[in-house]
């Protein structure tokens, strides 16, 4: 019953989040979220290749480490924006693909500049510095009037608003695999 509770407050959340017009997907992070940009840095750390891909829309790798769509792309999709979140250092794509949704995110970073200095990978202030930069190009591209208004105001807003949920959803899912560990028997669900 508990986890019955828990799946419906869930749905509710995602269901009351989608139903907000979100005009752009916004992403920073690691290997989990980056959706390309390592293709075009000097590192070692890239999925460009096989099996990257296999079930990506176009059946090629993209730079995402994950064989499909990583979490932005289905997130992106939920709000009614593009199937998925372009990289913001991919040359195919310019500041009108950016429109609605942008991945400033880099395998291998972490909060630790060391971390993105060893592996050469994009560390999370340059992320934030990228953000800055895509700020004054989609001021450039939509005028200043309707970027400020309809889009950069939104995100600031929202962000300071994510700052107060995001510890409830990360409460809400530890609870949900708590509920989920303690109920489901491991040594079965994995004998061979």
Not at 25 to 50: A, P
Not at 157 to 183: A, D, G, R, Y
Request: net charge neutral; glycine share 6%.
């Amino acid at each position: 019953m508990s986890r019955l509770l828990l799946l419906l407050l869930l749905l509710f959340t995602i269901f009351t989040l989608t139903s907000a017009k979100i005009p752009a997907v916004i992403v920073f992070g690691d290997s989990s979220v980056d959706s390309g940009n390592n293709n075009v840095i000097k590192t070692l750390l890239k999925s460009n290749f096989r099996p990257y891909g296999r079930d990506f829309l176009t059946g090629q790798p993209t730079g995402r480490f994950s064989n499909g769509k990583v979490p932005p792309d289905f997130i992106s999709e939920a709000f009614g924006l593009k199937p998925t979140v372009p990289a913001y250092l991919d040359p195919a794509f310019t500041i009108a693909d950016f429109a609605t949704g942008v991945c400033f995110a880099s395998a291998g970073t972490g909060f630790d500049n060391s971390t993105s200095d060893v592996l050469n990978v994009i560390p999370l202030w340059k992320e934030v510095e990228l953000f800055k930069e895509y700020q004054r190009k989609l001021r450039g591209y939509l005028g200043n009037e309707k970027a400020n208004e309809d889009f950069l105001q939104w995100v600031v807003c929202h962000l300071k608003e994510q700052q107060m949920l995001c510890p409830t959803l990360i409460v809400l899912i530890n609870t949900i695999l708590w509920l989920w560990n303690s109920t489901t028997n491991w040594k079965l669900l994995f004998q061979i």
